[in-house]
């Protein structure tokens, strides 16, 4: 043999080429990967785009789709909710009460088959439930949206309200109505400190049923299933200096609430306005006009 020939053995040979193949498997299996994953991110840029050029556009019609219709109630069986509660200030001023309840996108109508006011709002008017937490057996939270209507003339309504209800002992109950937190930097409201704790609740005196859409509660009383407290078939009014919340009485017999002028111990609560809140403030210019102009 040659002095400058190299002999290779057998073995090495077969241990060169089982490694080439390896690394060329190995080649093949990363290629693999990078395509798996450049076809995964060029799925996702094109989910991403799709999202953002038609999302918007499919929600805006769904928007519109869901735009509710305002209905005027018929006058027998939908509640007639006063859309003008300063209405005196109103005359006083000489302003066009017809007018007026139009520029508040409400219903305006006459006539002797409609008992109460004139004016009177949308009886599809107000807020849905979208989410609803029980948190415990004496806690719930609600979270609505304001339903795709007109305005109200506040013309400052808030979209988002939470709504919290706390059986807080057996005979005590407390319903909180704010706007929902965090939301477009709404500042939060100051509120009234309240250091009431709750206890351990065995007998409850009472409890509540609500209704989806739109959103309304009811307070039931457990041992004679008695409605106590009803804003269903009422708007909920929520902005950010007006606030209305609605409730139907459970008897016609009421006396002695705020301070008024009245012939009789007796109430009318027929579509009559009485002040609350006006102690030994009572309004002076007439019987029922408690909405003064100063």
């Known amino acids: 043999m040659d002095e400058h020939q190299i002999e290779i053995e057998p073995h090495e040979t077969e241990q060169n080429l089982l490694q080439n193949k390896t690394k060329i498997v190995d080649a093949k299996?990363?290629?693999?990967?990078?395509?798996?994953?450049?076809?995964?991110?060029i799925f996702v840029f094109i989910v991403v785009v799709f999202l953002a050029i038609f999302l918007?556009?499919?929600?805006?019609?769904?928007?519109?789709?869901?735009?509710?219709?305002?209905?005027c109630p018929d006058g027998k069986f939908q509640p007639r909710i006063d859309c003008l509660p300063d209405k005196n200030s109103l005359l006083s001023s000489g302003q066009n009460l017809e007018s007026v309840c139009q520029q508040r996108k409400c219903c305006w109508s006459l006539g002797a088959e409609f008992a109460g006011p004139n004016c009177v709002f949308h009886y599809n008017y107000g807020f849905r439930n979208f989410k609803t937490k029980q948190w415990s057996y004496s806690l719930q939270w609600f979270e609505l949206s304001r339903l795709n209507s007109p305005a109200s003339f506040a013309q400052s309504d808030i979209v988002y309200?939470?709504?919290?209800?706390?059986?807080q002992t057996d005979q005590r109950l407390r319903i909180?109505?704010?706007?929902?937190r965090n939301f477009k930097n709404l500042r939060h409201r100051w509120e009234v400190p309240?250091?009431?704790k709750g206890e351990n609740i065995q007998n409850p005196l009472y409890r509540i049923e609500y209704t989806e859409f739109p959103f309304g509660?009811?307070?039931?009383?457990?041992?004679?299933?008695?409605?106590?407290?009803?804003?269903?078939?009422?708007p909920l009014v929520f902005s950010n200096q007006f606030l209305q919340i609605t409730t139907k009485l459970s008897s016609h017999y009421v006396f002695g609430i705020g301070e008024n002028n009245k012939q009789n111990f007796l109430h009318d609560m027929n579509f009559k306005s009485w002040p609350l809140f006006a102690s030994?403030?009572?309004?002076?210019?007439?019987?029922?006009?408690?909405?003064?102009?100063?």
């Open 29 to 41: 299996k990363l290629r693999q990967k990078n395509f798996i994953f450049l076809g995964l991110a």
């Open 56 to 71: 918007p556009l499919y929600l805006t019609k769904s928007r519109e789709e869901r735009k509710i219709t305002p209905q």
């Open 161 to 167: 309200l939470e709504v919290k209800v706390e059986m």
């Open 176 to 180: 909180k109505i704010l706007p929902r």
């Open 194 to 196: 309240s250091e009431a």
């Open 217 to 234: 509660f009811q307070v039931i009383r457990n041992a004679t299933d008695q409605v106590i407290f009803d804003t269903n078939e009422s």
């Open 280 to 294: 030994q403030n009572h309004p002076y210019n007439s019987m029922q006009k408690n909405f003064i102009k100063f």
